[in-house]
């Protein structure tokens, strides 16, 4: 079946430094989307991206889609403690409506 | 907008019992979808409907778990019986459209089988 990999599980860093996650899959995506939840909430999408090749950037966040369709990374550029959070990709193939995510990666900012 | 609506927002149950979990989509969503998240497992589509129409069931892991969504506005999961390995937080999502993957939370159930 498909899946994605997302790495790295897990990171801490200093707040201000750049953040850089990114997913990969076996298989080819039309979509990828990016998005973060918090404790006790559900997933919030930050970034949607459509077409291979595509950077789009959210304020502080940047991600990109992967020219071989089958990769996307997200960074977080002067990380700030309200970053904290798990941020899961999440991929969609072919014109079909459901999304599979990543199993996510848990980001923590030292003040 | 409220987005999507669910609850309860907690449900503490005894095995055996049935469990009903409840989600108010977007209004004006026509794609809904259920999902499950645990630790080991993540976020796993269980089913989504299209026009209140179910169109992929096959992450719905058994017999005891079945999905309804009567109207556009209303969609229920429900266990039956329900069992310990079922406790996860149970979250609703829907979309403006079919090709449209960006999909909107809620805030989840937490349910918890004991």
């Known amino acids: 079946g498909q899946q994605l990999n997302q790495s790295p599980q897990s990171m801490f860093i200093q707040e201000g430094e750049d953040v850089s996650m990114n997913c990969t899959s076996s298989?080819?995506?039309?979509?990828w989307l990016w998005y973060k939840q918090e404790p006790g909430e559900g997933p919030v999408l930050l970034i949607a991206?459509?077409?291979?090749?595509e950077l789009t950037s959210n304020g502080r966040l940047t991600a990109q889609f992967g020219i071989t369709r089958k990769d996307s990374f997200l960074n977080i550029s002067a990380s700030i403690p309200s970053d904290v959070g798990i941020y899961f990709c999440?991929?969609?193939?072919?014109?079909?409506?459901?999304?599979?995510f990543g199993k996510g990666t848990k980001l923590s900012v030292k003040p | 907008d409220a987005g999507v609506i669910q609850s309860p927002r907690h449900e503490v149950t005894e095995m055996g019992q049935e469990v009903t979990l409840r989600c108010k989509p977007i209004?004006?969503?026509?794609?809904l979808f259920w999902y499950r998240q645990t630790m080991m497992r993540g976020l796993e589509l269980l089913i989504y409907?299209?026009?209140?129409?179910?169109?992929?069931d096959s992450g719905m892991p058994e017999d005891r778990f079945s999905a309804k969504m009567p109207n556009a506005s209303f969609s229920t999961l429900k266990i039956q019986p329900s069992e310990p390995r079922d406790s996860a937080v149970y979250f609703c999502?829907?979309?403006?459209?079919?090709?449209?993957?960006?999909?909107?939370f809620g805030q989840g159930t937490r349910l918890t089988v004991v």
């Open positions: 999440a991929g969609q193939r072919g014109s079909q409506g459901n999304l599979i």
């Open positions: 991206l459509y077409k291979a090749g």
């Open positions: 409907f299209n026009n209140n129409v179910p169109i992929d």
């Open positions: 298989s080819i995506f039309n979509t």
């Open positions: 999502a829907s979309s403006s459209g079919w090709e449209n993957t960006e999909a909107f």
């Open positions: 209004s004006g969503h026509n794609s």
